[in-house]
């Protein structure tokens, strides 16, 4: 019943690494977003794919990039790491219709610390 | 611009007592409306969804939420709370420009005391 998955539960870096947290889905979704979640913020949209090699920003997307190479799969690259970076990372996979029919499924997210 | 309140930081109740979940809106039509749920550890569950037609929406593990539009809330209640419902709860509105991007309240921690 896999639909989202993170490569890492738990990641520790230090401040000015390339850091890159990827995301897969198997629902052969167009869409892919990636999210981060901080206390008292809820969850704020960073950059978004509607299909392979297309992106857009979202909301905060200062200090990150990201890569989709591949309908299944989003990278999420923080290009030199702050630690103001630290934060619960969260991806998922809308459909490209009106969510009213379909599903929005997250994946269990990262948490990141940089150190 | 479009917003999403969840005005209770942390809600503590009892098991088995009643409970019910703040979340107002700022939209200038009608929204769609969810409610999720994150259990620790574990990614975002959606409980449940508003559209359009009854007011009043049934959602997954007894809860269900009931959308006002003269008070611009979208409550979720349970009547009776479970041991496992302990988890951080958010509500959020679909984005006018693309009904897929969604807004999120920054969440309501619920502790459930034995």
């Known amino acids: 019943d896999v639909k989202v998955t993170q490569s890492s539960r738990y990641l520790v870096k230090r401040t000015g690494e390339k850091v890159f947290l990827e995301c897969v889905q198997d629902?052969?979704?167009?869409?892919m977003f990636w999210y981060r979640q901080d206390p008292g913020l809820g969850l704020r949209l960073i950059y978004f794919?509607?299909?392979?090699?297309?992106?857009e920003k979202g909301d905060i997307p200062e200090g990150y990039s990201v890569s989709r190479e591949k309908k299944e799969r989003f990278s999420l690259i923080l290009e030199s790491a702050s630690t103001n970076q630290t934060s619960m990372y969260l991806c998922?996979?809308?459909?490209?219709?009106?969510?009213?029919?379909?599903?929005?499924?997250f994946g269990p997210g990262t948490r990141l610390t940089v150190l | 611009a479009q917003s999403v309140t969840q005005p209770d930081i942390h809600i503590t109740v009892s098991e088995g007592a009643s409970l019910e979940l703040r979340c107002n809106y700022s939209y200038g039509a009608t929204p769609y409306l969810f409610w999720y749920v994150q259990s620790p550890g574990q990614g975002l569950q959606l409980l449940l969804k508003y559209f359009s037609g009854d007011t009043l929406v049934q959602g997954i593990k007894g809860f269900e939420a009931e959308f006002k539009r003269s008070q611009s809330s979208f409550n979720l209640r349970k009547p009776s709370v479970h041991w496992s419902d302990a988890a951080e709860y958010f509500c959020?509105?679909?984005?006018?420009?693309?009904?897929?991007?969604?807004?999120f309240g920054s969440g309501t921690r619920l502790l459930v005391r034995p």
């Open positions: 794919s509607y299909d392979v090699k297309m992106k």
């Open positions: 959020a509105v679909a984005r006018m420009d693309s009904s897929y991007k969604l807004i």
């Open positions: 998922a996979s809308p459909p490209l219709t009106s969510v009213s029919t379909d599903t929005q499924y």
């Open positions: 629902m052969d979704h167009e869409n």
